[in-house]
């Protein structure tokens, strides 16, 4: 028997003979047989076994009362009925009244047919999803362990994963949406905080809409954009509502992306946001419909994708979630080529089991012939989807070989745009500092010399430093500050503007002073605790093509408002001549989380935010700019330096009210 304390043992995987009744027939793109050879590969090739129970994990079927906190009495109630066999008899009425029960409740267009005992097997669905999201944040309804270790940290549902249904009908081949469902009860019964990702190739718009004004639940769905592909939503200005807004993102993908376009985008976005939402726990789902064969959709992975965005939900939640993570499936249409491929890395992944290189012959032995049967069926649904029809085999190993999938013509539009749509994505969601932590690929640095333009005697000391004295004590101010200095230097508790918590604040700042393009200016006591910063960096993509333009942020702990800091930590930051020679701006007030803390409204933080950079010669514009046009509590802050070239000003005025196109970046 394994030790406790190894992470398979922390590891569990839940799946019932039961979920396979989840069957909309033999001619339906979802087929319960893509479980069974999952389940099949995983016990030959030795990454699971039926009989080890340290690994196994129960579900049970979600209550009314569980399923209601997302779905409506009456969308229920039509499930149940539904749910009944048809009846021959029955009269001309009943039939009417089913009909109209269908049509009205999402189950009469075909994608999601109404199907005998469709209620229990969704319940018993959405019942493992919700015990699994309860297990790893120790709820009641996770089930009792004997002790902390055992109870895991990591559960896998591959049946999981209906993330289409609504509250109020089927859709999608959803019935209940599990997802939800276990997402709502852990906000009923605890005060955490929720991160869902989603991977399918189709919008998780169902997950999406259940907490689309929750500042407690972060969606992000990484999808090919609906421009082509149901359900037509996941547009990247979809950001959520009131309260909410700020916590939905949507990263709409080009059809036909390939892997490095993906991994580049899944890399820009996935760390910062995370560190900005601060959450308690990851429920991720893997639709495996992004693979190159899936005959539904339009983008071009290779399992080198899939596992890129495995291991890097598995880095982040031990890296912010103390390890807490439910992995779900999901789409996946390539029923035995590449759905137990897919899963079966998952599942290796979450219990740090390594990958064999080969498929088992006998489960090839087993399958091949199944795939055989419909390859001229999936190659036929390829071609109507506007798919490259490659040619066609049945992989004998776990890995894709990149010589089996030939580039893209278009490749570099494609990647182009995607690179686009992230740029957005972080202009809009991301403050200035996370995006200097954690800075997206750039061909050169921007910044390049400004190390040296900022202090034009090299023969100086490379960092200055001030003092001045407060009613709660001395402070030091230094600019340009090294790693090695805010290494040894902790956040004060009240900083936490950027980052929600001061340990993930003084992370950012590390991650800023080891950067080449940015200059990170730090007040701190005598004791060696941060109480407020200042940043400079270049300014992002909607800038690209004006020179010499670098965004300004200031914070400053909450606890030590009111003692000057911030006037005194800004015109430090900004005394040097050199300066003289850029446009610098600020905006985006809100940024500042703490802003709630302080008792007055946005635009009296607004007004205070502009009368501190107004003593540093800055003033307001008005701008196209996104975060600004978007959101009217915004400033948008500059200060034109005495040198800059005439030919730049007017470059910079006239993008500041150029036609507000949101996908020009």
């Known amino acids: 028997m394994p030790d406790t304390t190894t992470p398979q043992a922390r590891s569990r995987l839940l799946f019932d003979l039961g979920e396979l009744q989840y069957d909309f027939g033999s001619h339906h793109p979802l087929q319960p047989s893509r479980l069974v050879a999952l ?28 399923l209601s906190l997302i779905h409506t009495p009456e969308y229920i109630s039509a499930v149940q009925m539904l749910s009944e066999a048809v009846n021959p008899a029955a009269s001309a009425e009943e ?8 049509s009205q409740y999402g189950f009469g267009d075909g994608d999601t047919p109404p199907l005998p005992g469709m209620h229990r097997v969704s319940a018993q669905i959405t019942g493992g ?42 859709s999608g081949f959803c019935v209940y949406n599990d997802a939800s469902v276990a997402i709502a009860h852990v906000l009923q019964a605890c005060e955490a905080k929720v991160l869902y990702i989603d991977f399918d190739a189709h919008h998780g718009d169902g997950v999406q809409r259940s907490f689309y004004d929750d500042p407690r639940v972060m969606t992000i769905s990484i999808h090919e954009t609906g421009r082509y592909l149901f359900p037509g ?28 376009s993906y991994i580049e985008a899944v890399n ?23 693979h190159r064969w899936d005959p539904l959709t339009h983008l071009s992975l290779t399992t080198r994708g899939i596992m890129a965005q495995i291991k890097a939900t598995h880095q982040l939640a031990h890296e912010y979630c103390q390890g807490r993570w439910v992995a779900l499936g999901g789409g996946g249409y390539d029923l035995y080529r590449v759905v137990p491929r897919a899963w079966s890395m998952v599942w290796a992944e979450m219990s740090e089991q390594p990958l064999p290189e080969m498929l088992p012959e006998e489960w090839i032995a087993r399958w091949r012939p199944a795939w055989e049967a419909i390859e001229k069926e999936e190659a036929m649904a390829q071609q109507i989807m506007g798919k490259e029809v490659l040619n066609e085999f049945f992989p004998t190993a776990f890995l894709d070989q990149p010589s089996d999938f030939p580039p893209q013509p278009r490749r570099w539009s494609i990647s182009s745009t995607n690179r686009h749509t992230v740029a957005l994505l972080r202009h809009l969601l991301l403050s200035s500092q996370l995006r200097q932590a954690f800075p997206a690929p750039r061909s050169r640095s921007p910044m390049a010399g400004l190390f040296d333009l900022l202090h034009m005697n090299r023969t100086s ?29 902790r956040a004060d508790d009240g900083l936490r503007a950027f980052a929600r918590l001061p340990e993930r604040e003084h992370q950012l700042l590390l991650g800023i002073s080891k950067s080449p393009d940015c200059a990170l200016s730090l007040a ?29 942020a200031v914070e400053v702990s909450s606890a030590w408002r009111d003692q000057g800091i911030a006037h005194r930590l800004l015109e430090f930051a900004l005394e040097l001549d050199a300066l003289e020679d850029m446009i610098l701006f600020a ?30 010669g800055f003033a307001e514009y008005s701008t196209t700019e996104p975060n600004v046009s978007m959101e009217p509590a915004n400033v948008f802050l500059a200060r034109i330096g005495k040198r800059v070239d005439q030919r730049v000003v007017n470059q910079f005025m006239n993008r500041l009210l150029v036609a507000p196109n949101m996908m020009r970046m």
């Open 39 to 66: 389940m099949d590969l995983m016990q030959k090739s030795g990454l699971w076994q039926a009989e080890d129970e340290q690994t196994q994990f129960s579900g049970r079927l979600a209550t009314i009362e569980e």
């Open 95 to 102: 039939q009417q009244e089913r009909a109209r029960l269908a």
């Open 129 to 170: 999803t919700l015990v699994a999201l309860s297990a790893v944040m120790g709820l009641p309804e996770g089930g009792t362990f004997q002790s902390e270790e055992e109870r895991p940290l990591h559960v896998f549902h591959p049946a999981g994963g209906l993330h289409h249904a609504w509250a109020e009908r089927a």
């Open 233 to 260: 939503t996941g547009d990247a200005l979809e950001m959520g509502k009131g309260s909410g807004k700020g916590y939905s993102v949507n990263l709409p993908l080009e059809p036909f992306t390939e892997d490095d």
């Open 268 to 290: 820009s976005l996935l760390s910062p946001l995370i560190t900005s939402f601060a959450p308690d726990v990851i429920i991720s789902q893997h639709g495996c419909d992004t």
């Open 461 to 489: 000391s490379p960092s200055r430093m001030k003092t001045f004295e407060t009613e709660r004590g001395l402070i030091l101010m230094r600019d340009f500050c090294p790693p090695s200095l805010v290494e040894r230097l």
């Open 524 to 552: 701190h006591t005598s004791e060696g605790v941060i109480v407020g910063e200042v940043t400079i960096a270049p300014a992002d993509e909607w800038w690209d093509g004006i020179e010499s333009v670098y965004e300004v």
């Open 587 to 616: 905006m985006g007030l809100s940024w500042h989380w703490d802003m709630e803390g302080l008792g007055i409204s946005s635009y009296r933080y607004r007004e205070l935010i502009s009368h501190l950079f107004a003593t540093q």
